[in-house]
């Protein structure tokens, strides 16, 4: 009875997975298919990727997106980071308000962030473009690696920070000998989130690049609505491989990250 | 000593500035910006004048634009019914997994979140349409005589919509009953409660957090998904998310376009407060 009730969640964890993947399996079986409409398998080719890499516009896509990931997680890593340690260490009255403020971007639908920056920035008169896309994704990155920053910092024990202190070291040196690299994996880990999500952003990129910036979402995003191409199957299965590496490296992230805690805790026993 | 303590709190202060600033500009102050816009009167031709008017918010309750309001929120409820639907049981289920096999589920639920949102929407476009992978396989099996229409339909903005946001409800369901503590549900079982009502009387009672964590990650979002309806409904589903993109983009409608905002932005926010009164908790379940 136990038995046959254990087999019939994991069919249905089963097929809810499959239903999960099948869309992104098309996406990569097609990418390889001879030919350029038909459903039909017409053997196995890898023209698409030559098709790819030889147009331009898509290579610029793919290089601005890449120049916009890594500048504005470079960014929302140093003001996180430091936000998240300078917010736990101490309390004023503004503080609960400002991590609400903060986590905001997050927490509203994304089209409303797109539409708020796209009427700012031209009350401002900020030329549309990579500035205006920077300044945006950074905005909506912080509070990814703000929150996993602060989540690790909660949990480490305070005395040690007061023991350098108490030994004499500058509140510089603490930050950078002791802080940092206790919350070093939680950085890395919150930065690589960060990086995912601005890499596929496209609602709020739509609404803040200019006409002649584009990301590699927003060219997709602008190809797919003429219908299905294997050229797209093609980029959008290069896409999937970035994304796959970035998990693995995170996964490496987080098993050192764990693999840390528990030595710490056998050192305390 | 106690000086020290307290100039060490005034130097890790400055820290947070940067935050602080950030936040202001770019959050605080445009947001603050658009409410303000939101009440100006639209320029005859381009731009706002100083005017103030309540035009932006009466227009809502014109009949064209009250429908697509409706219509928006009438698919935003069905998709978070078929994701509760289908995500609590698979919640639920992950939960109760050896945990080996739990962190492998888990995985292949999470490697979705990471995976860009078109490249999934677009596997969908390739299995649905009229000369699509459903259609040949349905045609094959003789289930139909012609192929049938499902790409750029109602029924497949929700599909798009209950794929790209289910996991949002499976991983709050799954923290919350991994969590629970299972000898109160022992306990009902052992005071004579049947294995149904031993469910609905404990273990649903104490996941309902979970639940309405995924309610509010899978409603909210859901009206803004502007580029699926676009893609899967063939731009004949109209949501708030179009309307407001289409104020912005071709009707030049700004001082609308953030009227729509506000009100989707404080429908927004009493979603997130209903749920911290329910729920007695500052963060969501099961999101970070």
């Given at each position: 009875?136990?038995?046959?009730?254990?087999?019939?969640?994991?069919?249905?964890?089963?097929?809810?997975?499959?239903?999960?993947?099948?869309?992104?399996?098309?996406?990569?079986?097609?990418?390889?298919?001879?030919?350029?409409?038909?459903?039909?398998?017409?053997?196995?080719?890898?023209?698409?990727?030559?098709?790819?890499?030889?147009?331009?516009?898509?290579?610029?896509?793919?290089?601005?997106?890449?120049?916009?990931?890594?500048?504005?997680?470079?960014?929302?890593?140093?003001?996180?980071?430091?936000?998240?340690?300078?917010?736990?260490?101490?309390?004023?009255?503004?503080?609960?308000?400002?991590?609400?403020?903060?986590?905001?971007?997050?927490?509203?639908?994304?089209?409303?962030?797109?539409?708020?920056?796209?009427?700012?920035?031209?009350?401002?008169?900020?030329?549309?473009?990579?500035?205006?896309?920077?300044?945006?994704?950074?905005?909506?990155?912080?509070?990814?690696?703000?929150?996993?920053?602060?989540?690790?910092?909660?949990?480490?024990?305070?005395?040690?920070?007061?023991?350098?202190?108490?030994?004499?070291?500058?509140?510089?040196?603490?930050?950078?000998?002791?802080?940092?690299?206790?919350?070093?994996?939680?950085?890395?880990?919150?930065?690589?989130?960060?990086?995912?999500?601005?890499?596929?952003?496209?609602?709020?990129?739509?609404?803040?690049?200019?006409?002649?910036?584009?990301?590699?979402?927003?060219?997709?995003?602008?190809?797919?609505?003429?219908?299905?191409?294997?050229?797209?199957?093609?980029?959008?299965?290069?896409?999937?491989?970035?994304?796959?590496?970035?998990?693995?490296?995170?996964?490496?992230?987080?098993?050192?990250?764990?693999?840390?805690?528990i030595s710490k805790e056998e050192?305390r026993r | 000593m106690k000086k020290?303590?307290?100039?060490?709190?005034?130097?890790?202060?400055?820290?947070?500035?940067?935050?602080?600033?950030?936040?202001?500009?770019?959050?605080?102050?445009?947001?603050?910006?658009?409410?303000?816009?939101?009440?100006?009167?639209?320029?005859?031709?381009?731009?706002?004048?100083?005017?103030?008017?309540?035009?932006?918010?009466?227009?809502?309750?014109?009949?064209?634009?009250?429908?697509?309001?409706?219509?928006?929120?009438?698919?935003?409820?069905?998709?978070?019914?078929?994701?509760?639907?289908?995500?609590?049981?698979?919640?639920?289920?992950?939960?109760?997994?050896?945990?080996?096999?739990?962190?492998?589920?888990?995985?292949?639920?999470?490697?979705?979140?990471?995976?860009?949102?078109?490249?999934?929407?677009?596997?969908?476009?390739?299995?649905?349409?009229?000369?699509?992978?459903?259609?040949?396989?349905?045609?094959?099996?003789?289930?139909?005589?012609?192929?049938?229409?499902?790409?750029?339909?109602?029924?497949?903005?929700?599909?798009?919509?209950?794929?790209?946001?289910?996991?949002?409800?499976?991983?709050?369901?799954?923290?919350?009953?991994?969590?629970?503590?299972?000898?109160?549900?022992?306990?009902?079982?052992?005071?004579?409660?049947?294995?149904?009502?031993?469910?609905?009387?404990?273990?649903?009672?104490?996941?309902?957090?979970?639940?309405?964590?995924?309610?509010?990650?899978?409603?909210?979002?859901?009206?803004?998904?502007?580029?699926?309806?676009?893609?899967?409904?063939?731009?004949?589903?109209?949501?708030?998310?179009?309307?407001?993109?289409?104020?912005?983009?071709?009707?030049?409608?700004?001082?609308?376009?953030?009227?729509?905002?506000?009100?989707?932005?404080?429908?927004?926010?009493?979603?997130?407060?209903?749920?911290?009164?329910?729920?007695?908790?500052?963060?969501?379940?099961?999101?970070?």
């Amino acid at each position: 009875m136990k038995q046959r009730k254990m087999h019939l969640s994991s069919l249905y964890l089963a097929f809810v997975l499959v239903l999960m993947y099948l869309p992104v399996l098309m996406v990569v079986i097609y990418s390889f298919n001879d030919s350029k409409s038909d459903v039909s398998w017409a053997g196995f080719t890898l023209e698409w990727y030559g098709k790819m890499l030889h147009n331009s516009s898509l290579m610029e896509a793919l290089r601005n997106s890449i120049v916009l990931a890594v500048s504005s997680c470079a960014i929302s890593a140093v003001i996180g980071t430091i936000g998240a340690v300078g917010l736990v260490r101490c309390n004023f009255k503004t503080k609960g308000l400002l991590e609400n403020a903060a986590m905001l971007p997050i927490m509203i639908p994304e089209i409303i962030l797109g539409m708020v920056f796209l009427a700012f920035f031209s009350f401002l008169n900020l030329p549309f473009g990579m500035m205006t896309l920077i300044l945006a994704h950074t905005t909506f990155c912080i509070p990814y690696i703000f929150i996993v920053v602060k989540g690790r910092l909660v949990g480490i024990d305070k005395s040690i920070g007061e023991a350098a202190r108490d030994l004499g070291a500058s509140e510089f040196r603490m930050f950078f000998d002791i802080t940092l690299p206790l919350v070093a994996p939680a950085v890395a880990s919150g930065t690589l989130l960060a990086f995912a999500m601005s890499l596929d952003d496209v609602v709020i990129s739509f609404f803040v690049t200019g006409a002649q910036t584009n990301t590699l979402p927003i060219k997709i995003y602008s190809q797919i609505k003429l219908g299905v191409s294997p050229e797209i199957n093609a980029l959008c299965t290069v896409m999937l491989v970035f994304t796959f590496i970035l998990i693995l490296i995170s996964g490496r992230v987080g098993k050192t990250r764990k693999n840390r805690t528990i030595s710490k805790e056998e050192q305390r026993r | 000593m106690k000086k020290t303590a307290r100039r060490k709190k005034d130097k890790a202060w400055t820290m947070a500035v940067p935050l602080y600033l950030f936040t202001i500009v770019f959050v605080v102050i445009p947001l603050i910006y658009i409410v303000v816009l939101s009440f100006l009167q639209k320029d005859v031709l381009w731009g706002v004048t100083n005017q103030f008017t309540l035009n932006n918010y009466a227009k809502m309750f014109d009949p064209v634009y009250g429908k697509t309001f409706l219509d928006s929120l009438k698919l935003a409820f069905a998709t978070t019914l078929i994701t509760t639907l289908m995500g609590y049981p698979f919640g639920y289920f992950m939960a109760r997994l050896a945990p080996n096999r739990r962190n492998f589920v888990m995985l292949l639920v999470v490697v979705p979140f990471w995976t860009n949102a078109l490249v999934r929407i677009y596997g969908w476009m390739i299995l649905l349409r009229t000369k699509g992978v459903l259609n040949q396989a349905l045609l094959a099996l003789g289930i139909v005589d012609e192929p049938i229409k499902i790409l750029y339909t109602y029924g497949a903005v929700l599909i798009g919509m209950v794929y790209s946001l289910l996991p949002f409800m499976i991983l709050p369901v799954y923290s919350s009953v991994e969590k629970m503590d299972w000898s109160l549900v022992e306990a009902a079982r052992d005071l004579g409660a049947g294995r149904i009502k031993a469910f609905f009387t404990v273990t649903l009672k104490l996941t309902l957090p979970g639940v309405l964590s995924g309610f509010v990650l899978v409603f909210v979002p859901s009206i803004g998904l502007f580029f699926l309806a676009d893609l899967l409904g063939g731009g004949k589903i109209m949501l708030v998310g179009n309307l407001i993109k289409n104020q912005l983009l071709q009707a030049r409608d700004w001082p609308f376009g953030a009227a729509l905002s506000v009100v989707l932005m404080l429908m927004t926010f009493l979603i997130i407060f209903l749920y911290r009164k329910l729920t007695h908790s500052k963060d969501l379940e099961g999101f970070f």
